[in-house]
């Protein structure tokens, strides 16, 4: 009682325009309480807008303005304003008021990114050097139109790869001369580990488009080992002894490399096998879509890491759909950074950073974020009409996190009381009614 007592005192000293006091008590026992609006009166970002609580407010989908007013506080904004970035960060115009400190940048948008753009196909890369805390992996965007060959290339990184799109043949080489090839679609992964030559290719009807990622913020898409420029630099002299030719045999060959080109449509696997083919013992590639899914009670997670696809030594992912009014629970992962790509919707996200900082970043489709190793988190979806579909990646062989419900849950009741509802039993109770017997539940409903 105390705690809605505090709760009714909160609201009286901060609210204007707010319903029967009654009538409030009664919308903040249910979660979630309705739009802000509905609940504090005036509509999100106007000066008599109170919410105490922080919800989200989704100001893409609304069509609203974000502007600095928080609980009487703040003002407009006089200057020149871009308005499309402020609808797509309404967390960093109003921060919650439980944000606090500084915390390095971590999102980063493909939109912002550079695109190489060559025949049939484009390339764009979300590296350390466009997002500074992006360390410990890189990721490329790439799009191969039907037909079009991402050169035969090696490079010093391992790379993982989802394909957002389409249609995909990758062949790859083992040391032991152990040859692969596959034909994916979406949903489906690849990985190359270091030094390990392919090749890929747009299939029919209209190519393909993934994600790449690379085991080092610093790679570059500009610094792969391409056969064209491999050839292109070597005596043809040499190339004739190489390859047991005349030097003429090599007059017309690419002057510089080809990196991503306009190629034939390819026949079928089978078909396009070279005689003295030999079937690699490795597996590069494997279904994650067609994985059985962790059922969540507010969506489906799919974990693939060297477990279920074990060349995949150094990179985990974990592939989330977040149901309506759903929640990616408070956790933390402690063996490496996430790497975070949202396909589709958008979400809003909090890192807790210790000594009491913490920043939240807002995210729509095609944005990378950034969560540190240890540092506390939860995926939000912000949108009312859109799924959330969310791939995290870490450089890591195992995927692993830490649950705060699960962790409460296992840990004696009185240690948890008192550590966050001394002084008010009824609350104490409640919580640990709640989180008894707790099981790691990635995505909440929340309901
Ligand atoms: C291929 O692209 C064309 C042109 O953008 C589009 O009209 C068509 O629907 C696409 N086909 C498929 C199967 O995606
Ligand atoms: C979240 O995603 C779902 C689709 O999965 C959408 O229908 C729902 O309304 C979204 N928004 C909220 C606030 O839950």
């Not at 985990?316 to 919707?345: C, Q, S, V």
Request: glycine content about 8%.
């Amino acid at each position: 009682m105390i705690s809605r007592l505090l709760t009714l005192a909160l609201l009286a000293g901060v609210g204007t325009a707010l319903p029967a006091p009654g009538s409030a008590l009664q919308q903040l026992l249910r979660l979630p309480a309705g739009s802000p609006a509905e609940v504090f009166g005036d509509p999100p970002f106007t000066p008599g807008h109170r919410d105490p609580y922080d919800h989200k407010v989704d100001s893409v989908g609304e069509g609203l303005e974000p502007l600095p007013y928080r609980n009487g506080d703040g003002t407009t904004v006089m200057g020149p304003r871009n308005k499309d970035r402020e609808r797509q960060n309404p967390d960093l115009v109003r921060p919650p008021s439980t944000d606090h400190g500084t915390l390095s940048n971590m999102r980063w948008s493909f939109a912002d990114s550079h695109i190489r753009i060559e025949e049939g196909g484009w390339t764009r890369q979300t590296t350390i050097r466009e997002l500074p805390t992006s360390r410990e992996l890189a990721g490329v965007n790439m799009r191969l139109d039907e037909g079009v060959i991402r050169e035969l290339h090696w490079h010093t990184e391992a790379e993982w790869a989802y394909v957002l799109a389409g249609e995909v043949r990758v062949t790859a080489l083992d040391p032991d001369g152990g040859s692969f090839m596959d034909d994916l679609a979406e949903g489906d992964l690849w990985y190359f580990p270091a030094g390990h030559p392919h090749s890929l290719q747009g299939l029919g009807p209209n190519g393909t488009e993934f994600l790449l990622i690379f085991d080092d913020g610093h790679f570059s898409e500009e610094s792969t080992f391409l056969l064209t420029d491999w050839m292109a630099h070597t005596p043809k002299a040499v190339l004739a002894e190489n390859f047991r030719l005349k030097p003429e045999a090599f007059d017309k060959i690419p002057t510089s490399e080809k990196y991503i080109f306009k190629g034939s449509k390819p026949g079928s696997l089978e078909h396009e096998k070279p005689r003295g083919f030999k079937q690699s013992k490795l597996r590069f590639t494997h279904h994650m879509h067609a994985q059985d899914p962790i059922r969540t009670t507010g969506g489906n997670v799919r974990i693939t890491d060297s477990t279920n696809f074990p060349i995949s030594k150094t990179v985990a992912a974990a592939h989330l759909e977040i149901e309506p009014g759903a929640l990616r629970e408070m956790h933390w992962h402690p063996n490496a950074d996430e790497w975070t790509y949202f396909k589709r919707g958008r979400a809003r996200v909090t890192v807790f950073a210790s000594e009491g900082n913490a920043r939240t970043f807002d995210y729509v489709a095609g944005d990378v974020g950034i969560v540190p190793r240890n540092m506390g988190h939860f995926i939000e979806n912000l949108s009312d009409e859109e799924p959330l579909e969310v791939l995290e990646v870490f450089r890591a062989d195992k995927y692993q996190d830490f649950s705060l419900f699960q962790w409460l849950g296992e840990t004696p009741r009185r240690m948890v009381a008192e550590h966050i509802f001394a002084g008010d039993p009824e609350a104490a109770d409640a919580f640990l009614k709640n989180i008894e017997g707790a099981e790691k539940d990635p995505i909440k409903d929340t309901i």
